[in-house]
């Protein structure tokens, strides 16, 4: 049965008429209706069901705090829920009703979800396109404001001149500093608006309060503007035999605009009448319970309450933040007087509806008040009353209310609970934007990376990088790769793509002084031309990266890090000259991904440099190990380091970024007659744990002292003071029952991270010993190897300890972390 | 999100910045000298205040400066932002 | 969007480091770029500047800035490949996809350069004139970025 008016409607254009699907059947709308109107229109008072208690509900209201008709949308963008009266129709919408619950979505209707993200700054933002807020707007933008004014309706009537106005877009939160998160939705958009504004005003109206009488909640029973909306708005009249229940004489206006559109107002009623008797007979029963400002905003940012005892509800109060203000209704301004009436008296209190989201009644609230929850944030979360989709909009000031009638206390005894953002259901999605997928965090890629791509390389993610971690052969997977690239490593050339590293110019009259400092050894006797590795401690002592550092000058370094390290051992570097040792004489720069760096390793390097064509002196007497040369290879300048990760006898050539690639392959080419073999981070993983080198942040965790490694050497033998050195003598850093690097001779492989016992009891809790840190197949040693941290673990070695696991338990040898060359005689041939 | 008013940059985005904790804490001049329990006050122990705090922030994303700031730590109101030679503001 | 189709500038970058009393050029305010013989001075802190001119003249450009600065403490440092230099038209609305700098045409103009973030990139903005917005970015990142600013092109 069509409800709707012969004429009038002014969001309505009759010429535009639509098709929409609710709930599997079809039905007509004009453009400018909202899903709610034209469901009413199309005479559905009921369609929708509560999410507890399975009662019939219908549309009650004509704006965001509806608490029945919620949708899922499918059509032609996918929303999981939304309210019904938010809706704008369009052509072609689809949506079923969602008891208080939306569903997940599956993949293809999320991939239809993207939110364009924008940042913007205005000087004053207003929040509401109603009278206060568009007045406010344009005293802005006279005064040459950049003003920006949202509304969450889909039309503002009359906008002001000089102001970005956004219509659809619901603001979500406002956060410290006037940051206010908006959300713009049409049927071809949806946006999420990061605004910075100088002042936000708050011009978010008031809503009409509900009253708790007995089945409050049954289809029909509307706020009576809501009512008067749909009338003067949409040409809707959701009934003809009408009652009014009314506190206040907006109430009585609303009543005579349904009048005027042909409606028979049956019954008026106010406050000592029941208005459960009016249900009889009547088919619109209209409530207007007063007026409560619309303050969820106000409140999140810590401002706060009044009780007015003329509009019988909370106004905001003078503290908030400077920069936020409300104006209008949400102020109070204009709002008719009401008698203060929450809920009808009588015996049985179980179907008078507090929460209609919740399914919460004034029953419900007595009887967490009975239990002794006398707080009305208590009474929140025991009854759930205000946490729903609609954050409480017709329920919270009533159930504070109800609250302190129920007490004996007075009306404004308590305020209601505070509402959290978002203010209306948002998906992640549309938090995210283009943020998500391959998008949700940048993956880097080195110069190279092309080469390793088209060769087929198994990447694995190293931080934000992607690094080769095996270049697989002939439908290889990975442990045959992996060996074989040892094998090639250890017997001829690899060639590993270290770009990645970490990479610091330090440079000035102190840097050597500063680098004395950072690291444990001292930088500052590093002869020129030479290289020295070094570990970084925290203040705490432990060990927090390692790296190498190339004497170019009296008073230039260059130093790389680890690949994951580099920005953090950038930032402490800048953090100590900027906060303590502003004196001194040093600058860092960054030049990570000036260089590439091509590091060939393997007895035959020194061969394949040659073929490459590098116009160096490669003689071991004349390019030592641990120095570096500049010069050209291939044509090309580069500086050749000798550092070796893998034992092997090893060269790594930094190069000018852009020419890495081109060095490459270069040396590809050159080296594939002697064999050469391109190498992932398993083999080096592999190739270094052989040797009993660590890796920081694998086989030390930040809790891991360079004597635990067996590494003191690396600590200076003077007195001179650097980052961390008070903390090796605190007494838990000499403890002797330290976890201390070992190697490990398992019977079979064992997992990273397995723990250690002394003695397999079977009987839990067993003594851990400490953990098994890095752990591979050696095709080097040919058999299974490991690095662990034990306790006591270098006075141990021939021990036999065991890694209890779910499919039984491993036992394996202590020995010495170097398992290969502990002469270390290969790197320097 | 914050708005950091960075004493170069002008106001920025609470994202640029990295939190570096309390401020005017110096490093001991003879670390040596301190007993256990002296070194490990200066390692771990922290003020915290209800209400202004001096603390240091980082831009880290933009002109990569270290800065002082005072800031209430129950509004998160910036009273003010200083340089590390500067003065705290009143 | 791919790499491809953004046309990287091919320039040379010199980082310099130094006390601003000894510099040989007029420092810039924070924020902004000036000139000096014909390359663009970048602001990007108290003491640290980033010096742009033409493909392959960054070896000139370090011997002029390593001469004047000679007997000050200082660091110029060949910094040319170590980030890639793309020049956008219109492209601040896109930019606002991504950043947090206030990039109203009435606020960042021609002659005005900032550090910040794009998404998860670090970058430098610099307005070349009214229309043309400079972006560097570390190449390991120029991917992501290309990607990112391509994600919102098609939403905006």
């Known amino acids: ?829 | 999100m914050l708005l950091i008013r960075c004493p170069w940059c002008g106001p920025r985005d609470e994202v640029e910045f990295r939190y570096g904790g309390q401020a005017h804490i110096a490093y001991p001049g003879d670390p040596e000298a301190l007993s256990d329990e002296e070194w490990a006050n200066f390692l771990f122990m922290r003020d915290n205040p209800l209400g202004p705090f001096r603390e240091r922030w980082y831009h880290v994303h933009g002109c990569r400066r270290w800065f002082n700031a005072v800031r209430d730590t129950s509004t998160h109101r910036f009273v003010g932002t200083y340089r590390m030679d500067e003065e705290p503001p009143a | ?156």
């Open chain 3, 1 to 156: 969007m791919t790499t491809e189709q953004f046309v990287a500038a091919e320039l040379a970058q010199v980082g310099v480091r130094a006390d601003p009393a000894v510099l040989p050029f007029e420092q810039p305010q924070p924020n902004t770029v000036t000139t000096w013989k014909g390359r663009d001075v970048l602001w990007l802190g108290p003491d640290g500047w980033l010096v742009v001119g033409e493909a392959g003249s960054e070896g000139s450009i370090e011997r002029e800035l390593k001469d004047a600065l000679a007997g000050q403490p200082h660091s110029v440092v060949d910094v040319s490949a170590n980030r890639i230099v793309f020049d956008l038209a219109d492209s601040l609305d896109l930019l606002g996809s991504g950043c947090g700098l206030d990039l109203d045409r009435s606020r960042w103009v021609a002659g005005m350069c900032a550090q910040s973030l794009f998404g998860g990139a670090q970058v430098i903005l610099h307005q070349l004139d009214e229309r043309t917005t400079r972006v560097f970015v570390r190449p390991s990142f120029a991917d992501y970025f290309v990607d990112r600013l391509g994600a919102a092109n098609r939403l905006i």
């Open chain 1, 1 to 829: 049965m069509s409800r709707r008016l012969g004429t009038g409607g002014s969001w309505i254009d009759r010429s535009k008429p639509l098709t929409f699907r609710f709930d599997g059947e079809e039905y007509e709308g004009f453009e400018g209706d909202t899903l709610a109107s034209a469901l009413l229109a199309n005479g559905i008072i009921a369609g929708f069901t509560s999410p507890l208690l399975d009662r019939p509900r219908g549309v009650m209201t004509a704006g965001p705090e509806e608490p029945n008709a919620f949708v899922e949308i499918s059509e032609p963008w996918f929303d999981a829920i939304v309210a019904a009266t938010m809706v704008e129709l369009v052509d072609g919408l689809v949506a079923d009703p969602r008891a208080g619950v939306g569903r997940l979505p599956d993949a293809g209707e999320m991939a239809s979800v993207d939110a364009a993200h924008r940042h913007v700054h205005v000087e004053t933002l207003v929040v509401g396109g109603g009278l206060a807020g568009r007045r406010a707007a344009a005293a802005a933008a006279k005064c040459g404001d950049r003003v920006m004014l949202v509304d969450e309706r889909h039309r503002i009537d009359r906008p002001p001149d000089g102001v970005t106005v956004l219509p659809r877009t619901t603001a979500l939160g406002v956060y410290d500093d006037g940051y206010v998160v908006a959300h713009e939705r049409s049927a071809t958009l949806e946006r999420l608006w990061h605004v910075r504004a100088t002042r936000v005003v708050l011009a978010t109206g008031a809503q009409e309060r509900f009253v708790a009488f007995a089945g409050n909640d049954r289809p029909g029973v509307m706020l009576a503007s809501a009512a008067a909306t749909y009338v003067e708005r949409f040409g809707v009249l959701p009934g003809d035999r009408v009652a009014i229940f009314t506190t206040n004489d907006s109430g009585l206006e609303s009543a005579d605009a349904v009048r005027a559109s042909g409606a028979d107002i049956v019954h008026t009623i106010g406050v000592g009448e029941d208005p459960s008797a009016a249900i009889e007979g009547v088919d619109l029963l209209l409530v207007s319970g007063g007026w409560n400002p619309n303050l969820t905003l106000w409140r999140s940012m810590g401002g706060g309450l009044r009780y007015s005892r003329r509009l019988a509800t909370y106004r905001p109060d003078n503290v908030g933040p400077p920069w936020l203000e409300v104006v209008g209704s949400a102020d109070g301004d204009g709002l008719p007087g009401s008698q203060a009436h929450w809920l009808e008296p009588a015996d049985d209190y179980s179907e008078h509806f507090v929460d209609l989201q919740r399914d919460q009644t004034v029953a419900d609230i007595a009887q967490a008040l009975d239990a002794g929850l006398v707080s009305v944030e208590h009474v929140k979360r025991a009854t759930y009353i205000g946490t729903a989709i609609d954050q409480g909009r017709t329920s919270g000031v009533l159930a504070a209310a109800i609250v302190n009638q129920l007490l004996g206390t007075g009306p404004d005894a308590q305020g209601p609970s505070g509402a959290r953002p978002p203010t209306v259901p948002i998906s992640y999605a549309t938090i995210a934007g283009p943020d998500r997928g391959d998008l949700l965090d940048p993956i880097r890629r080195t110069r190279i990376h092309p080469w390793h791509e088209e060769q087929g390389a198994v990447f694995e993610d190293v931080g934000q990088w992607k690094r080769p971690r095996y270049f697989p052969r002939d439908g290889e997977d990975m442990d045959p790769a992996v060996a074989r690239e040892c094998l090639a490593v250890r017997n001829k050339a690899g060639v590993l793509d270290a770009s990645t590293l970490g990479k610091i110019d330090v440079v000035g009259p102190d840097a050597g002084a500063f680098l004395d400092r950072m690291y444990t050894n001292r930088m500052s006797t590093l002869p020129v031309g030479s290289i020295r590795y070094g570990f970084m401690l925290g203040l705490d002592g432990m060990v927090a990266d390692d790296g190498v550092a190339m004497r170019l000058g009296d008073d230039h370094f260059l130093l790389t890090t680890t690949t994951g390290n580099a920005a953090m051992v950038l930032d402490r570097f800048e953090e100590w000259l900027q906060t303590e040792w502003p004196a001194l004489r040093v600058y860092c720069t960054s030049v990570t991904e000036q260089w590439a760096d091509v590091a060939i390793a393997g007895p035959k390097a020194r061969d394949i440099l040659a073929a490459v064509g590098a116009d160096i002196d490669l003689a071991p007497e004349a390019f030592p190990f641990m120095t570096f040369r500049d010069g050209e290879v291939a044509g090309i300048p580069v500086r050749v380091a000798r550092v070796s990760f893998t034992g092997e006898l090893s060269y790594e050539i930094l190069v000018d970024g852009r020419r890495g690639l081109e060095l490459w392959e270069a040396v590809m080419a050159a080296g594939a007659p002697l064999g050469i073999t391109a190498y992932g981070t398993e083999a080096m993983h592999v190739l270094r744990a052989e040797k009993g080198f660590v890796i920081v942040g694998q086989d030390t965790d930040g809790t891991v002292t360079p004597d635990d490694l067996g590494m003191s050497w690396i600590v200076r033998k003077d007195e001179s003071d650097f980052i961390g050195r008070r903390s090796l003598r605190r007494a838990d850093s000499l403890r002797e029952d330290r976890k201390q690097l070992v190697g490990l001779l398992p019977d079979e492989l064992l997992p990273e991270g397995a723990q250690l016992v002394d003695e397999d009891t079977g009987r839990i809790p067993m003594p851990m010993i400490g953990p098994v840190t890095s752990s591979y197949l050696s095709a080097t040693l040919d058999r299974p190897i490991a690095l662990a941290m034990v306790e006591r673990g270098r006075s141990r070695h021939g021990e036999t300890v065991y890694a209890p696991l779910p499919g039984g338990t491993i036992s394996a040898e202590i020995v010495s972390p170097v398992l290969y060359d502990p002469e270390g005689t290969r790197h320097d041939d």
